[in-house]
């Protein structure tokens, strides 16, 4: 089945930096989806993105939708203590009915 | 607006045993989906219900069964627990015929074999 693929698989970084994290996968997705998970609760949806190429921005957040259709990429500038998390990348196949999840990248925020 | 809600929200059982765990939809979403999360790992998609009956099922046993009533909350069922059973369940809710950036997950239901 399709399966995806995120590094790093954690990182720790200082209040203030910027970040950067991928995902790739062994097939082409016609939308790419990041989510954030907080201890206790289910994923959020952060940006969503639908063209290759396709860059798109949510605050800090701006993600890219990778011109070969198989990775995509998330930025979060000037990172904050709240950005602390696990950042999913997903995307669906069969026509949205079905979603495929990425094995997450772990962030940890130093004040 | 109530968003996903799910119940319980932990649960004990013992290996062998039958569970059932449930979920009520955001307001206005008639599609649910059944997501296991293991410890360490993203979500897994199990299966999802619209109206009433199972439209597309990911990599799971028949162990694993799934109801939706006619106001789209929807039970999860798993039948002669293993201890890999042992997951955080999450419920998603979508509207029907809406873009896969609509679907909104519940916070979950922590489930523990022993």
């Known amino acids: 089945g399709q399966q995806l693929n995120q590094s790093p698989q954690s990182m720790f970084i200082q209040e203030g930096e910027d970040v950067s994290m991928n995902c790739t996968s062994s097939s082409i997705f016609n939308t790419w989806l990041w989510y954030k998970q907080d201890p206790g609760e289910g994923p959020v949806l952060l940006i969503a993105l639908y063209k290759a190429g396709e860059l798109t921005s949510n605050g800090r957040l701006t993600a890219q939708f990778g011109i070969t259709r198989k990775d995509s990429f998330l930025n979060i500038s000037a990172s904050i203590p709240s950005d602390v998390g696990i950042y999913f990348c997903?995307?669906?196949?069969?026509?949205?009915?079905?979603?495929?999840f990425g094995p997450g990248t772990r962030l940890s925020v130093l004040p | 607006d109530a968003g996903v809600t799910q119940s319980p929200t932990h649960l004990i059982k013992t290996r062998g045993q039958q569970v059932t765990l449930r979920c009520s939809p955001k307001s206005g979403h008639d599609t649910v989906s059944w997501y296991q999360q293991a410890l360490g790992q993203g979500p897994q998609f199990i299966f999802q219900y619209y109206e009433e009956e199972e439209r597309q099922r990911g990599n799971f046993p028949d162990r694993f069964s799934g109801h939706q009533f006619p106001n789209y909350s929807s039970e999860l069922n798993v039948n002669a627990l293993l201890l890999g059973d042992s997951a955080l369940y999450l419920c998603?809710?979508?509207?029907?015929?809406?873009?896969?950036?609509?679907?909104?997950f519940g916070p979950g239901t922590r489930l523990l074999v022993l």
């Open positions: 997903a995307g669906p196949y069969n026509y949205g009915q079905n979603f495929v």
């Open positions: 998603a809710s979508a509207g029907a015929g809406k873009g896969p950036e609509t679907q909104y």
